[in-house]
């Protein structure tokens, strides 16, 4: 190892002379064969292909990871003070592995990260309140949650993250932006966006909070026309749904206007009860992967049908996931039309693989369609009638609700008509 350790003390920039690549291979060659042998002495039926079966890579790529290795702890300014443990090590070779895959959605989560997914499920965490994800190299807020610091803030769907406090985080994963975004409650952090139309970056000091989360909001807009407001769809959201609508309808409600705007998603499983309420039969989603076991066709549920009074669907660049499942299954059955803006396009499907050490991985296994064959990923849905505008909690200055409730009233006009 001597000759190892003399061919990094060389100066900067100098090639390693043919001889000196010589010695290389013989040092890993003697390697291999000392590991090798090691297990042979354990187990005489341990061979080389052995090896290969159980390692996640070749013997030169497992070299290649010994001598960075090496090379940081001998040479790094700070190794001796501050030596990485092997579990971040290992960790941190997982996560860079599967971002060699460049999906966004494709992920590793290390124990804590798996802990703290259990409670943003759970529907209390501390943070800022919103939905972000990766888009093409970028950190983007899909969606800030209703009555959230982030939307308090002013923060808004597709605002591109660029810094947080004084750390630039362009090239960062959104699992670390949301760790650096999360923190004590009544603590203070500065976000940096760059938002479309505007020259200049623009700074957002906003405090954290424990954040509630409240999936289901509803009301009367009339005598006769229901409001219904879905944030998000979590375990208990499609129930929690059926009992709004039913409720509605003990008041006298003969249409609904379901406001999915700045919804980021959620459940599968919620997004198909909630469609079946307003689905008496059929499909609702497809999803196409390449195992069998990831391509599933979603029928709505019949227990969960409620009703076909007329509807309208509000969506904005906010609605994504399990939104777009439900606007984009309304709409392409003929049971409601689109008001408002483009959606987000996140019509994918992520499943937990967890790990032996507590760890696990995040993997798209396959992608939304809708029942006429739409995909949704990176795509979006397009809204029947596009009316441009932002949620208002004054109704009447909200001008895509006002749109949505012109239009529902066309939908009852056409229903009486066709009665008459």
Do not use: C
């Not at 990766?134 to 899909?142: H, K, S, T, Y």
């Not at 909001?217 to 059926?242: C, H, P, V, W």
């Not at 391509?295 to 969960?304: D, L």
Request: net charge neutral; hydrophobic share 35%; glycine share 8%.
């Amino acid at each position: 190892m001597m000759r190892y350790n003399s061919l990094y003390s060389e100066k900067e920039g100098v090639k390693l002379a043919n001889h000196k690549r010589f010695y290389i291979l013989i040092i890993t060659a003697l390697a291999l064969t000392g590991f090798l042998y090691g297990y042979r002495a354990q187990s005489a039926d341990f061979s080389e292909a052995d090896f290969n079966r159980i390692s996640p890579f070749n013997v030169r790529s497992l070299w290649l990871l010994r001598q960075v290795r090496y090379i940081i702890e001998s040479y790094q300014v700070d190794a001796d003070k501050k030596p990485a443990n092997d579990d971040d090590l290992l960790h941190g070779a997982a996560r860079g592995m599967v971002e060699a895959w460049k999906d966004p959605y494709t992920r590793f989560v290390t124990p804590q990260q798996l802990k703290d997914d259990e409670i943003e499920l759970e529907g209390k965490y501390g943070g800022l309140g919103m939905y972000i994800g990766d888009r093409d190299g970028q950190i983007l807020v899909i969606s800030p949650m209703e009555d959230s610091p982030a939307e308090r803030a002013g923060l808004k769907p597709k605002d591109q993250i660029v810094k947080v406090d004084n750390e630039v985080v362009i090239g960062w994963t959104s699992d670390r932006v949301v760790q650096k975004l999360r923190g004590e409650p009544d603590t203070k952090v500065t976000v940096w966006v760059r938002r479309e139309g505007e020259d200049e970056l623009l700074s957002f000091e906003i405090t954290r909070e424990i954040i509630k989360l409240h999936s289901v909001r509803y009301e009367m807009l009339s005598d006769d026309i229901g409001y219904l407001r879905l944030t998000q769809f979590k375990q208990n959201t499609a129930d929690e749904t059926r009992n709004a609508v039913r409720d509605m309808m003990r008041k006298g409600m003969r249409a609904l206007i379901l406001d999915l705007r700045n919804n980021g998603g959620g459940l599968l499983d919620a997004s198909v009860k909630i469609s079946s309420i307003f689905l008496r039969d059929g499909l609702i989603v497809e999803t196409k992967g390449r195992s069998e076991r990831s391509n599933e066709r979603y029928n709505a549920n019949k227990n969960f049908y409620l009703t076909n009074m007329p509807m309208v669907v509000m969506i904005n660049g906010g609605s994504a996931s399990a939104s777009e499942i439900v606007a984009g299954a309304l709409n392409d059955r003929g049971r409601a039309k689109l008001v408002g803006e483009k959606s987000f396009g996140k019509g994918s499907v992520q499943t937990l693989f967890p790990l032996t050490d507590g760890s696990g991985v995040y993997v798209t296994i396959a992608r939304y369609y809708t029942p006429s064959g739409k995909v949704i990923d990176h795509v979006g849905l397009s809204p029947d009638i596009e009316v441009k505008g932002e949620p208002n909690r004054d109704k009447s200055k909200d001008l895509q609700l006002q749109g949505a409730i012109t239009e529902i009233k066309k939908s009852m006009r056409s229903v009486a008509g066709r009665r008459n």
